[in-house]
């Protein structure tokens, strides 16, 4: 794994998203400066992460090492509008109470959200409560790490004392329904985090586990699994999807008065779904339409900060269009070189 290796799929990433209508992500990975340049380069909006892990990887070697990469990525991005920072530390079991007390300090500090999977299996609470003696949420808020600007990945094996901890500190839930039944990790519970007021958007977990980044997929996975867990066809509406397709996601990172809805002085990220398929026809209500019957194939046209980037489903800008056919070039040696290295075990 190299800074070359991420920019190479974080390019591939950042086409589907776009094509897909995601005109912003939240990312949690190492080589942050390689994925900011795939980002600009392809011109998505990006919330980059400063991640930490307790062990070391090809990116650092101690929490310091990840904190020091990930805030000099983030001081070398300060003037790109379209780029930010969250902290990222991975996970309740890959990072020490030491380092997620530093992480909760320096988030205050510079008004950086966490992003953090937590409660993703039920392995991982079991461990909690043997290593620990509390749940991770519990262990996680008595260290300072739970409040508004926290969002909770996956939260998938939740109490009813878990929700109340993510009420009562206003954390939001990235729901990634996808990946949670692709790992048999299990169903969350969103119907309870939705009549408790928790602000859920959705999430894709990354392609390596999912294996696609398609919101319209996991929107319309999510509404589905939620009445079909809770016997009940009104939960989880369209109207209601769509927002934790769009605002959710804003405010959950913090940028709702920037992005997310479509008002007044944010900023212009727009998708145009062409509603006038077949498949498609009759539309009687667009926004019932856009969650139980269009897909990502049905997006025309994006728009990030008013600039097109898809057109008439074609990439629109002549550096995504080179970079396009470059890395897929390049994708094709890095298959070879992984299946060699996979075959000689090395
Ligand atoms: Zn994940």
């Not at 070359?4 to 939240?26: A, H, K, P, Q, R």
Request: charged share 20%; with cysteine.
């Amino acid at each position: 794994m190299s800074d070359e290796f991420v920019y190479d799929g974080s390019v591939l990433s950042c086409l589907e998203m776009l094509s897909g209508g995601i005109t912003c992500f939240n990312d949690m990975y190492f080589f942050p400066e390689a994925v900011a340049r795939a980002a600009l380069d392809t011109g998505v909006r990006a919330v980059l992460s400063i991640a930490v892990l307790e062990f070391p990887t090809p990116f650092a070697n101690t929490p310091d090492e990840y904190l020091r990469k990930g805030l000099a990525a983030r001081d070398r991005y300060r003037d790109e509008p379209l780029v930010r920072f969250a902290m990222a530390p991975h996970a309740p079991y890959t990072v020490s109470d030491d380092t997620f007390r530093e992480i909760a300090k320096l988030a205050a500090e510079l008004s950086l959200p966490i992003h953090v999977h937590v409660h993703e299996t039920a392995q991982e609470v079991r461990q909690s409560l043997e290593q620990h003696g509390a749940r991770p949420l519990a262990r996680l808020a008595g260290l300072g790490v739970v409040g508004p600007d926290t969002i909770a990945v996956h939260a998938v094996h939740l109490s009813e004392h878990d929700i109340d901890l993510l009420r009562e500190h206003g954390a939001s839930v990235a729901h990634c329904p996808h990946s949670n039944l692709k790992l048999a990790s299990g169903i969350a519970p969103v119907a309870r985090l939705l009549a408790q007021g928790i602000n859920v958007g959705i999430g894709t977990d990354s392609a390596a586990s999912n294996n696609r980044l398609d919101l319209f997929g996991e929107g319309r996975t999510a509404s589905l699994l939620a009445k079909g867990a809770g016997g009940n066809a009104a939960t989880w509406p369209a109207q209601s999807m769509l927002a934790a397709m769009t605002i959710n996601g804003a405010r959950a990172l913090g940028m709702d008065r920037l992005i997310g809805s479509l008002s007044p002085g944010k900023q212009a990220d727009l998708v145009a779904v062409d509603l006038s398929a077949p498949e498609l026809a009759p539309v009687f209500d667009p926004v019932s339409h856009l969650v139980y019957a269009a897909g990502r194939e049905h997006v025309s046209d994006v728009w990030v900060a008013g600039r097109a980037v898809v057109r008439n489903r074609q990439l629109a800008q002549a550096r995504a269009q080179t970079l396009s056919s470059e890395v897929t070039a390049r994708c094709a040696v890095w298959q070879n070189r992984i299946r060699s290295t996979v075959a000689d075990g090395s």
